[in-house]
Nanobody, 127 residues
Framework: QVQLVESGGGLVQTGGSLRLSCAASGRTFGNYVMGWFRQVPGKERDFVACISRSGGSTYHADSVKGRFIISRDNAKNTLYLQMNSLKPEDTAVYYC????????????????????WGQGTQVTVSS
């Protein structure tokens, strides 16, 4: 199976930017559809974005569309989430996830679609 480790979280002011990274090891990274989710205490884990195996197709949740960009570098076994124009409501623990499913990548928006998860990285946006 694939192991995932997120990094890049931190404290940023409203309007600022952060780039999250997710380093993958183990199985071939390019075999997996990848996604980002986020979770605040007491709430369910919410879908943020997903990307196809090649990186050619992406889908972003409406709440982050136009501000966040998901990308991947299969040569580096790394997934990214560029977050711009951050808002206090973006504060959460962000998780990367991998799915071996053969479905169309941009349809994989549910927590149950993903089998492998990282430990999460905290993003805090101050007002």
């Amino acid at each position: 199976q694939v192991q995932l480790v997120e990094s890049g979280g931190g404290l940023v002011q409203t309007g600022g930017s952060l780039r999250l990274s997710c380093a993958a090891s183990g199985r071939t990274f390019g075999n997996y559809v990848m996604g980002w989710f986020r979770q605040v205490p007491g709430k369910e884990r919410d879908f943020v974005a997903c990307i196809s195996r090649s990186g050619g197709s992406t889908y972003h949740a409406d709440s982050v569309k136009g501000r966040f960009i998901i990308s991947r570098d299969n040569a580096k076994n790394t997934l990214y989430l560029q977050m711009n124009s951050l808002k206090p409501e973006d504060t959460a623990v962000y998780y990367c996830a991998a799915s071996p499913a053969l479905a169309i990548a941009t349809t994989l928006r549910g927590e149950r679609d993903y089998q492998h998860w990282g430990q999460g990285t905290q993003v805090t946006v101050s007002s």
